[in-house]
C-alpha cells in the first residue's frame, strides 16, 4: 500500500503532461551485467561542460544496440537548464538511470518496428535550438562554443539523434500502456484501499465562462490588402523581383522573417492550417498563388522546390487593420450586453449563446474548456496565470469588467468573464471527484503494465554498466544487488 500512496501523491502533483515520464521511473528489479573494465571502449571527444577543455568520454552503458556515454548525463543537464528546469533536484545518478531507461525503451521501439517522422523530430530539434538561442543572445557561434560543436550542422545531427531516440521511447511507452483500461469495479476498490489519512486533498476548482466580441474588418481594408499582395506578386512575376526581398520588407509573420518565409511541407504531416496546405499543395514548383485568406490573415505563396513528399514554399501574410472606429464599436456592445447581464435582463449563458462570437464556447454558454483536462473545471493553482489574473476577486457569478485580450495572430478582442462554479478545497470524496479518482486509478494501473514490461524486457535484453555508475542507487536494479 505504501507504493500505491507514494505513488498517487506524486501523480496528483505532477500535470498530465509529465505523467509518462512518471512512469519510466519505477521500482523493478531487473538482471543486469556490468562492463568489465579492459573491453570498456574510450572515445576522445569534446565535454559539453561549458569551459572545460577536453576530457576521456567513456562509455558508460550498452543497452541492446544504443550506447549512453559519460558526457550524455551533462548533455542533458544542459537541455534541462535551457529549459528552464531546476536541475538542483536530479542527481547525475538519477539522470543517468533516466538515460538507461530511455535507451531499453527506444531498443525494443526499434525492434518492434516502431517508426517516428524525420520531419517532426527535425521540426522539434529547431524549436530546441531557437529556445537555446535564447541564452546566448541569438548567437549560433556562442551556442556552438557552449556545446564545444565545431559547427551548426553536427551540432544538430546530434541533437536529431537525441530527439529521435527519445520519441521512440516515447511511443515504445505509449505502446505500451495505450490498451490498458480500468473498470468501475476497479476504480472503487482502489479507492477503497487508500487509508482514510492518505487520501488526496484536491485544491479549489472554478468553472469559467465567458463572451467575446471581436472588431470587425471592413471589406474595404481586405480588399486593399489582396490588392497589396497582387502588386507583389505581379512584380516578382513580371519584373523578376525577388520573392524572399519581399518576404523581408512586407510580411506580417514576423517569425518566418528570418529564413525567408520559408516552410516546409509534407503530405503526410498536417501543421499548417487547411486553407494554407491545400494551396500549397495545388501549386507547381515556382508558381506563386493568388492571394486567399486563413485566420491569420491574407497570404500568397511560392512554391519553391518539391521534394517527394515535402514541399519547400516561402509565403507573405499580410494581416488587415482594425478601424479605431471599429475597436470602439466592439468595446461598446460587450459594454451593453454586460449591462443587460448585471440588470437581470438576460443570463450569462443565453447571452454567450446569442452574442458570443468565440464559436468554441458559444453554443455551451461561454464555458471555457481545460485543455489540460478537456472538462470544464480549472484547479486553482494551476490555472493559466494570465487567466488566474482575470478571475481571482470575481466572486460567483459577479460579471468581469470589459477586458481587452489578444490572440495569437495579433487580433484584438474584448470579453467578459464570469465564474459559474467553485470547489472549495477537499479530501478526496468518491462521488463527487469520480473522474479524478478514476484517473488515478488508471495511472497506477499503467504503472504497474511499464513496471511488468520492463521486468520481462531486461531479461532478455543486452545491458552492461561501467564501474563508474556501480555506487549509484538506482530506482531499478541495475546493478543486481
Not at 6 to 35: G, M, T, W
Not at 196 to 218: N, S, Y
Not at 413 to 433: G, S, W
Amino acid at each position: 500500500m505504501q507504493l500505491r500512496t507514494n505513488n498517487l501523491k506524486s501523480i496528483i502533483n505532477l500535470k498530465p503532461a509529465f505523467i509518462l515520464s512518471l512512469f519510466i521511473s519505477v521500482n523493478s528489479v531487473f538482471a543486469q551485467e556490468i562492463i568489465p573494465d579492459q573491453i570498456k571502449e574510450e572515445v576522445v571527444k569534446d565535454t559539453v561542460i561549458s569551459g572545460a577543455a577536453k576530457k576521456i568520454d567513456g562509455v558508460a552503458a550498452v543497452i541492446g544496440e544504443y550506447i549512453v556515454l559519460d558526457s550524455d548525463v551533462d548533455k542533458t543537464f544542459l537541455q534541462l537548464e535551457a529549459q528552464g528546469i531546476n536541475t538542483s533536484e536530479f542527481t547525475r545518478c538519477e539522470l543517468f538511470g533516466k538515460l538507461l531507461e530511455d535507451k531499453l525503451y527506444a531498443h525494443h521501439a526499434v525492434q518492434d518496428s516502431i517508426v517516428v517522422s524525420e520531419i517532426e523530430i527535425r521540426s522539434f530539434v529547431d524549436q530546441q535550438i531557437q529556445a537555446f538561442l535564447e541564452q546566448t543572445n541569438g548567437s549560433m557561434d556562442a551556442l556552438l562554443k557552449l556545446y564545444n560543436k565545431e559547427d551548426e550542422k553536427s551540432f544538430r545531427d546530434e541533437m536529431y539523434e537525441i530527439n529521435k531516440s527519445q520519441k521512440l521511447a516515447s511511443e515504445m511507452q505509449r505502446s505500451i500502456i495505450e490498451d490498458v483500461e480500468v473498470t468501475p469495479e476497479e476504480v472503487r476498490e482502489y479507492f477503497n484501499a487508500i487509508p482514510e489519512d492518505e487520501r488526496p486533498t484536491f485544491g479549489t476548482e472554478l468553472k469559467v465562462a465567458q463572451i467575446v466580441i471581436e472588431p470587425k474588418i471592413t471589406e474595404a481594408e481586405k480588399q486593399k490588402v489582396i490588392d497589396r499582395l497582387n502588386e507583389i506578386r505581379a512584380d516578382v512575376l513580371e519584373n523578376g523581383a525577388s520573392f524572399r526581398s519581399k518576404v523581408v520588407l512586407y510580411t506580417d509573420d514576423k517569425a518566418s522573417v528570418r529564413n525567408g518565409g520559408l516552410y516546409t511541407l509534407n503530405r503526410k504531416q498536417p501543421k499548417m492550417v487547411k486553407e494554407f496546405r491545400q494551396v500549397a499543395f495545388s501549386l507547381q514548383e515556382g508558381e506563386i498563388s493568388e492571394p486567399f485568406e486563413t485566420e491569420f490573415g491574407y497570404h500568397i505563396i511560392y512554391l519553391e522546390k518539391i521534394r517527394g513528399q515535402e514541399y519547400d514554399v516561402r509565403h507573405i501574410l499580410l494581416m488587415p487593420k482594425v478601424s479605431d472606429e471599429e475597436v470602439t464599436k466592439a468595446k461598446e456592445q460587450l459594454e451593453e450586453i454586460r449591462q443587460h447581464i448585471v440588470d437581470g435582463d438576460i443570463t450569462f449563458a443565453e447571452a454567450a449563446k446569442e452574442s458570443s462570437e468565440e464559436k468554441e464556447t458559444k453554443n455551451d454558454g461561454g464555458q471555457l474548456i481545460n485543455p489540460a483536462t478537456q472538462d470544464y473545471n480549472f484547479e486553482l493553482t494551476k490555472m493559466d496565470p494570465e487567466l488566474y489574473g482575470q478571475i481571482q476577486n470575481l466572486k460567483d457569478n459577479e460579471v468581469s469588467l470589459v477586458l481587452t485580450d489578444q490572440e495569437r495572430n495579433g487580433k484584438v478582442k474584448f470579453k467578459i468573464l464570469t465564474v459559474t462554479d467553485r470547489i472549495d478545497e477537499h479530501e478526496a470524496n468518491y462521488a463527487q471527484d469520480y473522474l479524478k479518482i478514476k484517473e488515478l486509478a488508471l495511472n497506477e494501473k499503467q504503472l504497474k503494465a511499464i513496471e511488468k514490461w520492463q521486468a520481462e524486457k531486461i531479461m532478455d535484453t543486452y545491458i552492461k554498466i561501467s564501474k563508474d555508475y556501480r555506487e549509484c542507487d538506482f530506482s531499478s536494479n541495475w546493478l543486481k544487488k
